[in-house]
């Protein structure tokens, strides 16, 4: 089964698929370029396809475009619950990853920036750092992209984006995550965009999981 066939058979608006399918891609690209320590690039692109898809859950009542996805979200939160991190590791084991490719997936997040920026494992890296440069529509510079989830989060105080310092510290991570990543990589961060992703978006989506 090829990943649109599974994005669909969740029910997955387009704009989720479009997502995995734009940070699959930047890392497509980066591992593409590599020259640093040995990564396994299957799992990196496989856990990339799949990492967000949980977020059906995370999708509010006015983001929701019709009465017939608002059931579908229904039926999806009664069967799998709210906590899309949670949704996120019991679908990705069912459609086949492994232990691998669901630690890197497990493993990957914003909040664990230092531990990422601090740690050996580079295959975490390149998944946080290509879903970091993905924005709800397009590929943009962590910066921008940051900055965007700060201010979008600043109200929550859930949320470890409410706390100004501690936001500001976790994009100075990302940035010095940036620079590891690109000192093993034929490319810079501007060369990573809409465009030269583009081919891989039409590559992946016929990609078999």
């Known amino acids: 089964m090829n990943i649109v066939e599974i994005y669909n058979k969740y029910y997955l608006p387009e704009r989720l698929q479009m997502h995995m399918l734009r ?24 856990a990339s396809l799949l990492h967000d898809m949980g977020n059906m859950a995370k999708i509010s009542d ?17 069967k799998y619950g709210r906590d899309s991190h949670k949704i996120n590791l019991a ?17 990957k997040s914003s909040k664990r920036g230092e531990e ?3 740690s050996e494992r580079y295959d975490i890296k390149i998944l946080l750092y290509a879903d970091q440069r ?28 409410s706390n100004e310092e501690q936001a500001n510290h976790l994009i100075e991570c990302s ?8 000192k093993y990589c034929g490319i810079s961060p501007e060369d990573i965009n809409d465009e030269s992703i ?3 978006i039409e590559e992946l989506k016929e990609y078999n999981i």
């Open 23 to 46: 940070v699959a891609s930047c890392s497509k690209l980066i591992i593409g370029n590599w020259s640093g320590v040995t990564i396994n690039k299957d799992a990196i692109i496989r």
């Open 62 to 78: 006015n983001e929701i475009e019709s009465e017939e996805f608002r059931k579908i979200r229904k039926v999806y939160i009664d």
């Open 91 to 107: 679908i990705t084991k069912k459609e086949g990853l492994n232990d691998l490719e669901i630690e890197i997936m497990d493993k």
């Open 116 to 118: 990422t920026l601090n």
């Open 134 to 161: 993905v924005a709800p529509y397009g590929v943009t510079s962590i910066k921008e992209r940051l900055e965007e989830v700060k201010k979008r989060y600043k109200d929550i105080s859930s949320s470890v984006w």
């Open 175 to 182: 940035l010095g995550i940036e620079k590891q990543i690109m």
């Open 198 to 200: 583009k081919k891989y």
